[in-house]
């Protein structure tokens, strides 16, 4: 069980304009922020990021979608990170996440979520690694 996890808050939710809220709601769920910052990723860095869904049906959208806009990248920290905050950003079909989470109340549609959170701590530190260095993680 590690104590940090990793989230992007993706571009409908900054275009939108609730990464404020979003943002909110992650420290008054306990976590601490480790590393943020807020960056537009290239075509092939977001395909870079999301290699492991490259053989998928949906990967082509995917990569557009995330490098249409900004999006703000974070480490976060917590005991039980990474399942308290798949917890906190709820299903990734939006019309099936519990209420309360960031999906329910920011996301659009199954490939519009809002959020990205690493589903395994192995994850967590691979992503985390991949958007910041390690003299931008506190």
């Known amino acids: 069980m590690s104590n940090r996890t990793f989230t992007m808050i993706k571009p409908d939710a900054v275009r939108n304009g609730h990464s404020g809220a979003i943002l909110d709601m992650i420290i008054k769920a306990g976590f601490k922020i480790k590393a943020l910052k807020m960056l537009k990723l290239s075509a092939e860095k977001a395909g870079e ?3 492991v869904h490259a053989a998928r049906p949906f990967y082509g959208e995917l990569v557009e979608f995330m490098s249409s806009g900004p999006i703000y990248a974070a480490i976060l920290e917590k ?12 299903a990734t079909d939006p019309a099936k996440a519990d209420e309360g989470t960031i999906r329910k109340l920011y996301a659009a549609s199954v490939g519009e979520n809002a959020v990205h959170g690493s589903d395994s701590d192995e994850n967590a530190a691979i992503e985390g ?5 390690v003299l931008e993680q506190f």
Not at 79 to 87: C, G, I, S
Not at 129 to 133: A, K, Q
């Open 49 to 51: 990021f999301y290699a």
């Open 79 to 90: 005991d039980n990170a990474v399942a308290d905050f798949r917890k906190l950003i709820g």
């Open 129 to 133: 690694s991949f958007m910041f260095s």
